[in-house]
Protein backbone atom coordinates (compact mmCIF):
# COMPACT_ATOMS: atom_id res chain seq x y z
CA UNK A 1 0.00 0.00 0.00
CA UNK A 2 0.97 3.07 -1.13
CA UNK A 3 -0.29 6.30 1.42
CA UNK A 4 -0.98 10.06 -0.20
CA UNK A 5 -2.65 13.16 0.61
CA UNK A 6 -3.92 15.76 -1.55
CA UNK A 7 -4.19 19.63 -0.96
CA UNK A 8 -5.46 22.68 -2.64
CA UNK A 9 -2.73 25.47 -2.37
CA UNK A 10 -3.63 29.00 -2.90
CA UNK A 11 -0.31 32.01 -3.77
CA UNK A 12 -0.68 35.55 -3.54
CA UNK A 13 2.89 35.97 -4.09
CA UNK A 14 5.98 33.68 -4.68
CA UNK A 15 6.58 32.20 -1.37
CA UNK A 16 2.86 32.68 0.20
CA UNK A 17 1.55 29.31 -0.24
CA UNK A 18 -2.09 28.68 2.18
CA UNK A 19 -3.00 24.83 1.84
CA UNK A 20 -6.61 23.50 2.52
CA UNK A 21 -6.20 19.01 3.23
CA UNK A 22 -8.70 18.33 0.85
CA UNK A 23 -8.06 14.04 1.07
CA UNK A 24 -5.85 11.37 2.22
CA UNK A 25 -6.07 7.69 1.05
CA UNK A 26 -4.08 4.62 0.43
CA UNK A 27 -3.23 2.93 -2.99
CA UNK A 28 -3.28 -0.73 -3.36
CA UNK A 29 -0.80 -2.12 -5.51
CA UNK A 30 -1.30 -3.18 -9.60
CA UNK A 31 0.43 -6.26 -10.94
CA UNK A 32 3.73 -5.72 -12.63
CA UNK A 33 6.74 -7.62 -13.93
CA UNK A 34 9.78 -5.40 -12.49
CA UNK A 35 8.46 -2.39 -10.57
CA UNK A 36 6.16 -1.55 -7.93
CA UNK A 37 3.01 0.09 -9.67
CA UNK A 38 0.53 1.91 -8.45
CA UNK A 39 -2.62 3.58 -10.15
CA UNK A 40 -4.62 5.93 -8.01
CA UNK A 41 -8.57 7.12 -10.27
CA UNK A 42 -10.25 9.44 -7.43
CA UNK A 43 -12.63 12.35 -6.97
CA UNK A 44 -11.51 15.34 -5.05
CA UNK A 45 -13.94 17.28 -4.08
CA UNK A 46 -13.36 21.27 -3.57
CA UNK A 47 -15.00 22.61 -0.38
CA UNK A 48 -18.63 24.82 -1.48
CA UNK A 49 -17.09 27.53 1.18
CA UNK A 50 -14.17 27.91 -1.23
CA UNK A 51 -14.06 31.21 -2.83
CA UNK A 52 -10.94 32.23 -5.71
CA UNK A 53 -9.17 35.29 -5.36
CA UNK A 54 -8.78 36.19 -8.50
CA UNK A 55 -5.38 37.54 -7.81
CA UNK A 56 -4.05 34.58 -6.74
CA UNK A 57 -2.46 31.42 -8.57
CA UNK A 58 -4.13 27.88 -7.42
CA UNK A 59 -2.35 24.73 -7.14
CA UNK A 60 -2.70 20.96 -6.60
CA UNK A 61 -0.12 19.11 -4.27
CA UNK A 62 0.13 15.42 -3.93
CA UNK A 63 2.36 14.04 -1.42
CA UNK A 64 3.37 9.96 -0.92
CA UNK A 65 4.45 8.41 2.23
CA UNK A 66 6.43 5.78 2.75
CA UNK A 67 9.03 6.47 0.29
CA UNK A 68 12.86 5.90 0.58
CA UNK A 69 14.63 9.67 1.93
CA UNK A 70 15.84 10.52 -1.40
CA UNK A 71 13.30 10.27 -3.40
CA UNK A 72 10.85 12.88 -4.39
CA UNK A 73 7.96 12.86 -2.40
CA UNK A 74 6.22 15.77 -3.12
CA UNK A 75 4.46 17.36 -6.43
CA UNK A 76 3.31 20.34 -7.34
CA UNK A 77 0.65 20.84 -10.60
CA UNK A 78 -0.84 24.63 -11.33
CA UNK A 79 -4.35 24.07 -11.31
CA UNK A 80 -5.19 28.25 -11.87
CA UNK A 81 -6.82 27.77 -15.49
CA UNK A 82 -8.03 24.47 -14.93
CA UNK A 83 -10.13 25.97 -12.24
CA UNK A 84 -11.16 29.36 -13.75
CA UNK A 85 -11.39 29.30 -17.50
CA UNK A 86 -14.12 26.58 -18.82
CA UNK A 87 -11.69 25.87 -21.82
CA UNK A 88 -9.15 24.63 -20.05
CA UNK A 89 -9.06 20.48 -20.03
CA UNK A 90 -6.51 18.94 -17.80
CA UNK A 91 -2.95 19.49 -16.37
CA UNK A 92 -0.12 17.01 -16.39
CA UNK A 93 2.80 16.94 -14.31
CA UNK A 94 5.26 13.92 -14.90
CA UNK A 95 8.51 13.01 -13.09
CA UNK A 96 10.62 9.77 -14.60
CA UNK A 97 14.31 9.19 -12.53
CA UNK A 98 15.85 5.61 -12.29
CA UNK A 99 14.37 5.71 -8.68
CA UNK A 100 10.45 7.18 -9.05
CA UNK A 101 8.41 7.77 -12.59
CA UNK A 102 4.95 9.93 -11.68
CA UNK A 103 2.49 10.93 -13.62
CA UNK A 104 -0.82 13.16 -12.38
CA UNK A 105 -3.55 14.22 -14.60
CA UNK A 106 -5.82 16.91 -13.10
CA UNK A 107 -9.22 16.74 -15.07
CA UNK A 108 -12.07 19.16 -14.10
CA UNK A 109 -15.88 18.10 -13.80
CA UNK A 110 -19.03 17.84 -12.29
CA UNK A 111 -19.95 14.84 -9.69
CA UNK A 112 -22.04 12.31 -11.58
CA UNK A 113 -23.97 10.08 -9.39
CA UNK A 114 -24.46 6.61 -10.20
CA UNK A 115 -28.10 6.20 -9.64
CA UNK A 116 -28.01 3.08 -11.09
CA UNK A 117 -31.20 0.28 -11.03
CA UNK A 118 -34.71 1.28 -12.34
CA UNK A 119 -35.92 4.41 -11.40
CA UNK A 120 -39.57 2.49 -10.61
CA UNK A 121 -39.77 2.43 -6.76
CA UNK A 122 -39.84 -1.47 -4.89
CA UNK A 123 -42.96 -2.02 -2.51
CA UNK A 124 -41.51 -3.31 1.14
CA UNK A 125 -43.25 -6.24 2.82
CA UNK A 126 -45.41 -4.67 5.48
CA UNK A 127 -47.10 -6.09 8.34
CA UNK A 128 -48.35 -3.97 11.39
CA UNK A 129 -46.43 -1.54 12.41
CA UNK A 130 -42.67 -3.06 11.08
CA UNK A 131 -41.95 -3.40 7.46
CA UNK A 132 -38.73 -4.86 5.73
CA UNK A 133 -37.13 -3.73 2.42
CA UNK A 134 -34.21 -5.41 0.07
CA UNK A 135 -32.79 -4.57 -3.01
CA UNK A 136 -29.19 -5.63 -4.33
CA UNK A 137 -26.31 -3.40 -3.92
CA UNK A 138 -23.81 -3.51 -6.46
CA UNK A 139 -21.61 -0.55 -5.88
CA UNK A 140 -17.92 -1.20 -7.11
CA UNK A 141 -16.46 2.27 -6.10
CA UNK A 142 -17.13 0.72 -2.64
CA UNK A 143 -15.94 -2.85 -3.22
CA UNK A 144 -19.86 -3.43 -1.74
CA UNK A 145 -21.98 -6.29 -3.92
CA UNK A 146 -24.21 -7.39 -1.42
CA UNK A 147 -27.83 -7.99 -0.90
CA UNK A 148 -28.99 -4.85 1.60
CA UNK A 149 -32.54 -4.87 3.64
CA UNK A 150 -33.73 -2.16 5.91
CA UNK A 151 -36.20 -3.75 8.61
CA UNK A 152 -38.04 -0.76 10.22
CA UNK A 153 -40.71 -0.11 13.21
CA UNK A 154 -42.49 2.77 13.27
CA UNK A 155 -42.68 3.81 17.32
CA UNK A 156 -46.53 5.63 16.83
CA UNK A 157 -46.24 7.17 20.85
CA UNK A 158 -43.20 8.83 20.22
CA UNK A 159 -43.26 9.14 16.49
CA UNK A 160 -40.13 7.44 16.12
CA UNK A 161 -38.62 5.06 13.59
CA UNK A 162 -36.35 2.42 14.82
CA UNK A 163 -34.29 0.60 12.01
CA UNK A 164 -31.69 -1.52 11.23
CA UNK A 165 -29.79 -2.19 7.77
CA UNK A 166 -28.13 -5.63 7.28
CA UNK A 167 -25.64 -6.54 4.61
CA UNK A 168 -26.30 -10.23 3.42
CA UNK A 169 -28.08 -11.14 6.42
CA UNK A 170 -25.28 -9.49 8.62
CA UNK A 171 -26.94 -6.77 11.04
CA UNK A 172 -24.11 -3.35 10.48
CA UNK A 173 -26.11 -0.67 11.93
CA UNK A 174 -29.31 0.42 13.94
CA UNK A 175 -30.87 3.41 15.29
CA UNK A 176 -34.02 4.98 16.20
CA UNK A 177 -34.56 8.56 15.09
CA UNK A 178 -37.50 11.13 14.48
CA UNK A 179 -40.06 9.94 11.86
CA UNK A 180 -40.19 13.64 11.16
CA UNK A 181 -38.41 14.51 8.61
CA UNK A 182 -35.31 12.87 9.90
CA UNK A 183 -31.95 13.97 7.91
CA UNK A 184 -30.05 11.09 6.30
CA UNK A 185 -27.99 8.80 9.12
CA UNK A 186 -24.19 7.94 7.59
CA UNK A 187 -22.15 5.36 9.30
CA UNK A 188 -18.69 3.43 8.54
CA UNK A 189 -18.72 -0.19 7.55
CA UNK A 190 -15.30 -1.58 8.50
CA UNK A 191 -14.75 -4.34 5.19
CA UNK A 192 -15.60 -1.60 2.62
CA UNK A 193 -13.04 0.29 1.12
CA UNK A 194 -11.02 3.20 2.69
CA UNK A 195 -12.55 5.67 3.52
CA UNK A 196 -16.34 4.69 2.35
CA UNK A 197 -19.44 5.04 4.15
CA UNK A 198 -23.65 4.60 3.80
CA UNK A 199 -26.08 6.64 4.28
CA UNK A 200 -29.62 5.29 4.89
CA UNK A 201 -32.02 8.09 3.68
CA UNK A 202 -35.75 8.35 4.61
CA UNK A 203 -38.04 10.77 2.01
CA UNK A 204 -41.56 11.54 1.07
CA UNK A 205 -42.74 10.69 4.60
CA UNK A 206 -46.31 10.71 5.91
CA UNK A 207 -47.04 10.60 9.21
CA UNK A 208 -50.16 11.40 11.11
CA UNK A 209 -52.19 9.37 14.04
CA UNK A 210 -53.07 6.50 11.61
CA UNK A 211 -50.67 5.85 9.49
CA UNK A 212 -46.98 6.24 8.10
CA UNK A 213 -45.74 6.12 5.22
CA UNK A 214 -42.57 7.22 2.83
CA UNK A 215 -39.71 5.35 0.73
CA UNK A 216 -36.29 4.56 1.94
CA UNK A 217 -32.63 4.69 -0.16
CA UNK A 218 -29.09 3.63 0.52
CA UNK A 219 -26.32 6.69 -0.61
CA UNK A 220 -22.54 5.38 -0.97
CA UNK A 221 -19.89 8.20 -0.08
CA UNK A 222 -16.18 7.78 -0.91
CA UNK A 223 -14.09 10.79 0.95
CA UNK A 224 -17.58 12.11 2.18
CA UNK A 225 -18.41 12.44 -1.81
CA UNK A 226 -22.11 10.61 -2.65
CA UNK A 227 -21.02 8.53 -5.20
CA UNK A 228 -24.12 6.32 -5.75
CA UNK A 229 -27.53 5.69 -4.57
CA UNK A 230 -29.31 2.65 -4.60
CA UNK A 231 -33.58 2.87 -3.64
CA UNK A 232 -34.82 0.31 -1.24
CA UNK A 233 -38.44 0.40 -1.75
CA UNK A 234 -41.66 2.80 -0.66
CA UNK A 235 -43.84 1.46 2.15
CA UNK A 236 -46.76 2.08 4.01
CA UNK A 237 -47.73 0.99 7.83
CA UNK A 238 -49.71 1.57 10.32
CA UNK A 239 -52.91 0.58 12.60
CA UNK A 240 -55.14 1.71 9.68
CA UNK A 241 -54.97 2.16 5.79
CA UNK A 242 -56.50 5.58 4.70
CA UNK A 243 -58.25 3.42 2.05
CA UNK A 244 -60.05 1.16 5.13
CA UNK A 245 -61.03 4.26 7.39
CA UNK A 246 -64.74 5.72 7.69
CA UNK A 247 -64.57 9.15 7.37
Known amino acids: MLSYAVSL ?5 DFDLQAIMLQEGHVAQVAHERKKHFREDTVVAIPSTYR ?11 KLY ?10 ILDATKLLRHSSATKTVAAVDTDDLSFVAILKKGKMNHDLGGSSEARTCG ?19 NQTGCINLTYLPHDYG ?11 VYNSTISARSPPPVCFGVPYLKDYASLCVKFYDLNVDERSFSGCV ?3 AELYHVRVAERELGCFHLGPFRLSNLRL
Not at 9 to 13: D, I, V
Not at 52 to 62: R, W, Y
Not at 66 to 75: E, S, V
Not at 126 to 144: F, R, S, V
Request: hydrophobic share 35%; aromatic share 10%.
Open 161 to 171: LSFTLSLDGRV
Open 66 to 75: GLAHNIQDYF
Open 217 to 219: MLE
Open 52 to 62: MNQESHLFVGV
Open 126 to 144: CQGYTCGCCAQMDIPKIEL
Open 9 to 13: LESYG
